[in-house]
């Protein structure tokens, strides 16, 4: 006969015993990685992008077609900036006309269709400009939802699409939160940013990063604690875009505002 | 030019990448699998639960089941940027994608209802291969002939009647199978949209619910109009060669049939009917009830932008209407016809609505897609995304079906069970 | 006679042996499940050379300051100094082999993308010094009168 105590401990062995393999189903978090220096890799890309300094010149569309070869007339790019504008009577106007390719030059706001919006200096309470581009989500829904493995998700966090393998359905496009994917007008295959790959695996900055005059965006290891990205991104208050998707996006944000969409 | 953006109008604020990707044939995809899924389900209904006065219904069904069953996929290899390619789904299978699954899925039904079929008509090819066999002179014509039943017998040509009673056995257990695994080729349908969590309209559970219903309204509906109008050919040549009285019943006979086999089928569908009109309202109900922050945009488009789309073409012509002409007594003909084509257009709205209508409003929720179906083709991209595009896959099952049915007889009149 | 009934089911048995061989010569080698995992691991991983491999364009200021120390030096001391050179000049890609000469941009539009007046609170771009497009000499280029290398007033031509 066991004692109660001997139970006891067995229990206590039995329930850690079970424990240990549920750990695995943990759900990778920035704080783990962080943590998570003795990683095969050891390198999580992540972005930071600081909206007070961006004056939406857009150098960074610019760069970003030139540098990853997608036709720079087509209306579709792999990032863009975002201009917002609050009113006093408390309207929301935002914009993106041709992903400020060529920047925003004017006051007013382009509402589709061929109608535009002027709103006087003195009508505006605040106004900013937001730049995207591909979150590289932890989960990436794209990914998930692609039905032949054409898109994945690299070791080093970076989530990418095999020009060779895609059959173009657009259920990735469909997939994804962000509306970051398109499809390549020459190629016709989906296609997305990958923080410029060929530039950050050869130790240089992405495209739109180098053409940044402002140093509203910056690219950086979120597992290495020293990097002065995974800094801020620990020590400052940073928001993510459409956090209810569950995606886990990994380019964060200064001075997000509740208007950004 | 970009894909998409040639029939995607933008309004207020789109994010840049944002174009109607998924088109025409993405409705007519669904549309198709549906009919594929609720003929199969129709046929059913007299195999496995012995409905009795669906019996001619039943072979004429799943015969048709297998004719469209060829056309269903051909909507996504037309929509597909690279067709060719296509077969990658087959090779490198991403199971955590709808699509992937439905491959599969797709690919077990249609083994399934060719199995099915294969017990159906077996005797049916040993009666025409063993005489061909016996001939000696046989002409070209006829070699070819012998050759193909020979090869759909499958090298049995046992038709005795303890084999026939096997057959039957096999053909209720494989439409036993077959019910849940169309339930879950058409369910898969419907998952493709209702899991995608980035689109508002289209995440919903209920999602591949409502497409079964839907599914079986349209594929009964479509049966039923196949059906009468094949009896009103027959009743044509019935007229015609009065004599010839083995090869067709006397044309009041027909008609008589007709109308009974009509009438059962119309129950069915009236059930099916009401089951996915009241999902598709509980998803509206709940919608506005619970009122996420979704909400706001998907209200401007339910009760704005698509509403004559909805409500009035969806459910007051696709499904109010057909159901008082099915409900009223003393269902003819003519009232049937009609009731069908309307029932066929209404879910064939309900698709249009869920596809176009789930890219009508942006990710952004503060802007607006507007679509405008190319009519006129002018290249390639706009021949096979627009109205010909559609036409086409739309046509399709009909001409297949003829052919189909010169392989399985439809109308014999001799039975074979 | 051994039953019929299991015909068609060979004759599927048949076909999903066929699709196995063809995926044997069809798939390449290194497509699998990678690091993470089926769900999103799930790749040819001969693509991220392929995406490795890519060519680079931009190469940066420092690799035009290695036969341009001039222009560098000079520029360094003025506002636009946070500037990158191939933002106006185009990318360099292989300059000076490939291309041997290069595009510069000197349009009105590139220097609207900043110095276009949108007074936007809590933006970088309300402490810009700009200008009406409209009113400041709108049929002009910006370059006839002001001199990009030195933005100040006094470098006006």
């Known amino acids: 006969m066991i004692n109660r105590r001997d139970l006891l401990k067995n229990a206590v062995k039995g329930f850690a015993g079970l424990a240990l393999p549920l750990a695995a189903f943990e759900i990778i978090n920035p704080k783990k990685l962080f943590a998570g220096k003795s990683d095969a890799s050891g390198v999580r890309w992540a972005f930071l992008v600081d909206t007070y300094k961006c004056v939406g010149c857009g150098m960074c569309v610019k760069a970003c077609k030139n540098e990853n070869e997608i036709p720079y007339e087509a209306n579709v790019t792999r990032t863009w900036v975002e201009r917002y504008v609050v009113t006093k009577d408390g309207k929301t106007f935002a914009d993106t006309p041709k992903g400020a390719r060529d920047g925003f030059i004017t006051g007013k706001i382009d509402l589709g269709m061929g109608n535009f919006q002027d709103i006087k200096k003195e009508e505006i309470e605040k106004a900013f400009f937001v730049p995207k581009l591909c979150n590289q989500c932890e989960n990436p829904a794209c990914v998930q939802v692609c039905p032949v493995g054409a898109t994945y998700q690299a070791p080093d966090g970076v989530v990418m699409v095999d020009r060779t393998w895609c059959i173009g359905c657009g259920y990735c496009i469909m997939g994804c939160p962000y509306g970051v994917r398109f499809f390549h007008p020459v190629h016709h295959t989906a296609e997305k940013c990958n923080f410029c790959y060929h530039r950050i695996t050869k130790g240089l900055q992405p495209a739109c990063v180098l053409a940044c005059p402002f140093g509203a965006r910056q690219i950086g290891n979120i597992k290495d604690p020293n990097d002065p990205v995974t800094k801020i991104v620990r020590t400052e208050r940073t928001g993510i875009l459409k956090e209810e998707f569950g995606t886990k996006p990994q380019v964060f944000y200064i001075g997000l505002d509740r208007e950004v969409k | ?286 919608r506005g009830y619970t009122a996420v922050k979704s909400w706001d945009v998907l209200r401007s488009v339910i009760y704005g932008k698509d509403f004559a789309n909805i409500f009035i073409l969806q459910y007051a012509i696709g499904s109010l209407i057909p159901f008082v002409l099915f409900l009223l007594p003393g269902l003819t003909i003519r009232r049937a016809v009609l009731g069908a084509c309307l029932v066929l257009f209404g879910v064939f709205m309900m698709r249009w609505n869920v596809v176009i209508g789930g890219q009508a409003f942006s990710l952004s929720f503060a802007g607006y897609m507007h679509y405008h179906l190319p009519i006129i083709p002018h290249d390639w991209e706009t021949f096979k995304e627009g109205f010909s595009g559609a036409l086409l896959i739309g046509l399709m099952p009909f001409p297949l079906f003829w052919l189909i049915s010169k392989i399985f007889p439809v109308f014999e009149l001799k039975e074979s069970h | 006679m051994k039953s019929h009934i299991l015909r068609p089911l060979w004759v599927v048995l048949g076909l999903v042996a066929l699709v196995l061989v063809a995926r044997f010569f069809y798939v390449p080698k290194s497509f699998g499940i990678h690091e993470r995992g089926y769900m999103y691991g799930w790749y040819r991983a001969d693509d991220i050379e392929f ?66 007046d949108l007074p936007y609170p809590t933006s970088g771009r309300a402490d810009i010094k700009g200008i009406d497009p409209d009113k400041h000499n709108p049929d002009l280029e910006c370059v006839m009168c002001h001199n990009p290398h030195k933005p100040g007033l006094e470098g006006l031509k």
């Open chain 3, 51 to 116: 995406w490795k491999n890519f060519p680079v364009k931009y190469q940066g200021t420092e690799y035009c300051k290695t036969c341009h120390p001039e222009n560098y030096e000079s520029l360094s001391m003025t506002p636009h100094a946070i500037i990158q050179c191939e933002n106006c000049h185009g990318p360099a890609i292989e300059h000076p082999a490939n291309p041997q000469k290069l595009t510069i941009d000197k349009s009105r539009g590139l220097c609207l993308r900043c110095h276009a």
């Open chain 2, 1 to 286: 030019m970009v894909h998409g953006e040639i029939w995607t109008i933008k309004e207020l604020f789109v994010y840049p990448n944002e174009y109607i990707y998924w088109s025409v044939q993405i409705v007519m995809y669904p549309f198709m699998t549906g009919l594929v899924a609720g003929a199969f389900v129709l046929s059913s209904l007299y195999h496995v639960f012995g409905v009795r006065q669906l019996r001619e219904m039943a072979r004429f069904s799943l015969v048709f089941s297998f004719a469209l069953l060829f056309v269903a996929p051909m909507p996504i290899v037309l929509h597909l940027l690279h067709p060719l390619r296509g077969i990658n789904v087959f090779m490198t299978p991403h199971f955590t994608s709808a699509i992937a699954a439905f491959g599969i899925v797709f690919s077990a039904y249609g083994a399934i209802v060719a199995s099915e079929l294969w017990f159906l008509y077996r005797k049916h090819f040993v009666e025409i291969a063993l005489p061909l066999k016996e001939k000696q002179d046989k002409n070209l014509r006829e070699w070819l002939k012998y050759l193909i039943f020979c090869a759909l017998t499958l090298g049995v040509y046992d038709i005795s009647e303890k084999a026939l009673k096997k057959d039957e056995k096999a053909i209720k257990v494989l439409a036993a199978i077959g019910i849940p695994v169309a339930c879950f080729l058409h369910g898969y349908a419907g998952f493709i949209f209702g899991s995608v969590k980035a689109n508002a309209l289209w995440m919903t559970p209920l999602m591949p619910v409502i497409f079964i219903m839907s599914a079986i309204v349209s594929g009964i509906a479509l049966c039923m109009l196949t059906y009468i109008l094949a009896m009103e050919l027959r009743k044509r040549l019935a007229a015609r060669e009065k004599g010839d009285s083995q090869r067709f019943q006397s044309k009041e006979d027909l008609a008589g049939a007709e109308v009974s086999v009509i009438r059962m089928t119309s129950k069915y569908l009236l059930m099916f009917l009401v089951l996915a009109i009241t999902l598709e309202l509980l998803d509206f109900i709940f």
